[in-house]
């Protein structure tokens, strides 16, 4: 069994800062790509950042030079910095994991969530 856990989000004013963490434990063989995505009230969910395996990173337009995506591959961890923070930012951000098994498979696990609002 494979659990991802974030931590970080929070009540900021707009123009500030926030790193969120999510960390996987469990019966982790190998992990792949790692993402965020967000999801604000009444809007889908939305892709934020990606990192490969290999540290490619890939950016929603609209966070490009204010978010970072990195990871730690030794603590199965993926964070993402974000800075300048806008009141459309608001969000439940969500991070994903291509994780392999130590059973051999592959799925694609989600973390519960977490609130990040930005005052206006």
């Known amino acids: 069994q494979v659990q991802l856990v974030e931590s970080g989000g929070g009540l900021v004013q707009a123009g500030g800062s926030l790193r969120l963490s999510c960390a996987a434990s469990?019966?982790?063989?190998?992990?792949?790509?790692m993402g965020w995505y967000r999801q604000a009230p009444g809007k889908q969910r939305e892709l934020v950042a990606d990192?490969?395996?290999?540290?490619?990173?890939k950016y929603a337009d609209s966070v490009k030079g204010r978010f970072t995506i990195s990871r730690d591959i030794a603590k199965n961890t993926v964070y993402l910095q974000m800075n300048s923070l806008k009141f459309e930012d608001t969000a439940v951000y969500y991070c994903?994991?291509?994780?392999?098994?130590?059973?051999?498979?592959?799925?694609?696990?989600w973390g519960q969530g977490t609130q990040v609002t930005v005052s206006s």
């Open positions: 994903n994991m291509r994780i392999t098994t130590v059973g051999g498979m592959m799925y694609v696990y």
């Open positions: 469990g019966s982790i063989f190998s992990i792949g790509a």
């Open positions: 990192i490969t395996s290999g540290a490619s990173t």
